[in-house]
């Protein structure tokens, strides 16, 4: 247990059953590190949401779900898992759906009003086709992934990833921290902690807590430091924070995102 903070929300975890693990091994791991509750992301290699339907349908106050779709759909399946209780929509930074309206699942998004999950490299990120989206749906609400796609070969540095974090000037655009791990090569403790470190400060001087969400990557994160320890250097790191600033980043702010039935109790804001 890590009795740092009552009721944490992981933000980005993955399960399966042809890749990754099940729910099972997922909820014997937050049971072990103290960690109420969790968000399950659809992996890359999957569009058939089925399985993420039926730990829905289990453990709905344990569970919040991010959908993927095939990229030709045009809406039809993303009201199909909103209706099944999905609470967002996961989508490439140059996503484009062939057809009439490029941006199709984009909107249905929008309409929907489902925060959209985006993963993409820092590259991606800047490019043109991400800024056509948030052109063209200002009110839709974006979470960037990774840290924006920052990576141990990145070499992370503020200054490289002045660009991403300059995205944060769009109040639509929130990020996900993931654990240090995520950031620099371990073992733990973080020899070269200061690499993420500076990075993650960069990070949070741009969103502010109001607009940043702890997420681990699970079971990713047990092949760098753990859970464990993906929840706690972050924390530990972040301590001159007010408990107010602290619970958003690694609670309230998940909570209210992707749990759909909580969405009007409001989280917390700058």
């Not at 909820?27 to 659809?42: D, F, K, N, S, T």
């Not at 530990?236 to 009007?264: P, V």
Request: charged share 20%; proline share 7%; hydrophobic share 40%.
């Amino acid at each position: 247990m890590n009795g740092l903070l009552p009721g944490a929300c992981d933000s980005h975890t993955h399960v399966g059953t042809e890749r990754y693990e099940p729910v099972e091994v997922l909820q014997a791991h937050l049971q072990a590190c103290g960690i109420a509750c969790a968000v399950l992301v659809q992996h890359g290699s999957q569009t058939d949401n089925s399985y993420l339907a039926a730990c829905l349908a289990r453990a709905p106050e344990q569970f919040a779900a991010v959908m993927r779709v095939p990229e030709d759909d045009e809406g039809t399946k993303i009201r199909h898992w909103a209706q099944r209780g999905f609470g967002g929509l996961r989508l490439r930074a140059s996503a484009r759906t062939p057809g009439a309206d490029p941006l199709a699942q984009w909107r249905a998004a929008n309409d929907l009003g489902l925060p959209v999950s985006v993963h993409g490299t820092p590259e991606a990120l800047i490019g043109d086709a991400f800024a056509e989206v948030i052109a063209t749906f200002p009110r839709l609400t974006l979470v960037l992934e990774h840290l924006g796609g920052a990576q141990p070969e990145n070499k992370p540095a503020a200054g490289g990833f002045a660009d991403v974090f300059n995205l944060a000037r769009h109040r639509q655009i929130h990020l996900k921290l993931p654990g240090f791990g995520e950031l620099i090569d371990p073992p733990v403790p973080f020899a070269n902690h200061q690499e993420a470190a500076v990075l993650v400060d960069a990070a949070l001087n741009a969103f502010g807590p109001g607009r940043m969400m702890w997420g681990s990557d699970w079971p990713r994160c047990c092949g760098r430091e753990g859970l464990g320890h993906a929840f706690q250097v972050p924390w530990q790191h972040f301590r001159t924070l007010s408990d107010e600033d602290r619970a958003a980043i690694f609670r309230e702010n998940a909570r209210h995102m992707w749990f759909r039935g909580t969405r009007t109790k409001g989280a917390r804001r700058e």
